[in-house]
């Protein structure tokens, strides 16, 4: 089993920034990442980490605005976001999973490809 712990979230005014934090409770080489998601939407995407290569996987809404991050040491990884927008507003959930295909991807796209679960951190990002 791997639990996952998150903290970072709150709330801040468009153009501010924040930082999320995913502490896993041991070392994993997967992807280890963010979806979000608002009441009566899918779940979606943001940024993932490959722990076995370093590559990272952007969702195009938060390309150049959202770096994500490790802490090898730590088995912890970063959410940093960056020139906020209300649109940006939502309950953010850490999620680990395997990479796929031959070059080891992380998939965006595909929830049910992520079997770990952080309990969920709000992000309200005000007007």
């Known amino acids: 089993q791997l639990q996952l712990v998150e903290s970072g979230g709150g709330s801040v005014q468009a153009g501010g920034s924040l930082r999320l934090s995913c502490a896993a409770s041991r070392a994993n080489v997967n992807c280890m990442g963010w979806f979000r998601q608002v009441p009566g939407k899918e779940r979606e995407g943001v940024a993932f980490f490959y722990t076995g290569n370093g590559n990272t996987y952007y969702a195009d809404s938060v390309k150049g605005r959202f770096t994500i991050s490790e802490d090898n040491a730590k088995n912890t990884v970063y959410l940093q976001m960056n020139s906020l927008t209300p649109e940006d507003t939502a309950m953010y959930y850490c999620?680990?999973?395997?990479?796929?295909?031959?070059?080891?991807?992380?998939?965006?796209?595909?929830?049910?490809?992520?079997?770990?679960w952080g309990q969920g951190t709000q992000v309200t990002v005000s007007s």
């Open positions: 999620a680990v999973g395997p990479p796929r295909g031959s070059w080891y991807r992380c998939p965006l796209d595909d929830v049910g490809n992520y079997n770990y």
